[in-house]
C-alpha cells in the first residue's frame, strides 16, 4: 500500500488558502498561515513535488463567454476491454467541449462533462464528434440547470482513518 504524505495543519491551511486564492503572493501566504515568506515557499514547493499541488489555473465563468449549455453525459461502451477503454480516453482528449472525463463504476462506463455554446451546437457535437466513436454502445444525457455547490477538494484533517 501507497503512504500517503503527511501534512499538518499549516500544509493544510496553505493547501485551502491556494485553492481559494491561486493569484496569493507568497508574502500574502505567509501571512496568512503566520509563517516567514521563506518557511512557506519551501512548503509549497514540497506540496508541488508530492504531486499534491497539481496546477495553478483561473476559474472561469462560462456564462460570461457564451458557454451556456453544460451536459453531463454517461456513456456506456459495446465493451470494457483496455483498447477500447484507451481509445475511448483518447478520443475525449481531442474534443475541446468535453472539460472532464470520469471512468466509473455502475450503470455507465464514464461520464463525461460537456460544456458548449447551446444546445442546436451540442446535438452537431454528438453527431459530428461521439457518433463516430464505434465502441459507444448508449448515451444518456442530463442539462445542467444550476451549479449549487462546486469547491476544491477538502482539505482538513479527517475524522478517521480506516485501518488495514
Known amino acids: 500500500m501507497e503512504t500517503l504524505p503527511q501534512l ?3 500544509d493544510r491551511e496553505i493547501l ?3 485553492q481559494d486564492h491561486a493569484k496569493l503572493t507568497n508574502a500574502q501566504l505567509a501571512q496568512n498561515v503566520g509563517l516567514s515568506p ?3 515557499l519551501e512548503r509549497v514547493r514540497k506540496l508541488e ?3 499534491i499541488i497539481k496546477s495553478y489555473h483561473a476559474q472561469l465563468d462560462p456564462k ?3 458557454l451556456e449549455t453544460c451536459v453531463i453525459m454517461q456513456i ?3 465493451r470494457l476491454t483496455p483498447q477500447s477503454v484507451t481509445d475511448f480516453i483518447e478520443s475525449m482528449e481531442h474534443i475541446p467541449e468535453v472539460v472532464a472525463c470520469h471512468q466509473v463504476v455502475g450503470d455507465a462506463d464514464f461520464f463525461v462533462k460537456v460544456i458548449t455554446t447551446d444546445m442546436a451546437t451540442y446535438q452537431q457535437l454528438v453527431m459530428h464528434q461521439f457518433g463516430k466513436l464505434q465502441d459507444i454502445q448508449g448515451i444518456k444525457a ?3 440547470t444550476a451549479t449549487v455547490k462546486e469547491t476544491g477538494v477538502p482539505v482538513k484533517e479527517p ?3 480506516p485501518k488495514s
Open 76 to 78: 456506456t461502451l459495446h
Open 8 to 10: 499538518d495543519q499549516t
Open 142 to 144: 442530463f442539462i445542467m
Open 49 to 51: 513535488r508530492q504531486g
Open 16 to 18: 485551502d488558502y491556494l
Open 159 to 161: 475524522l478517521s482513518r
Open 38 to 40: 521563506a518557511s512557506t
Open 64 to 66: 460570461q463567454l457564451a
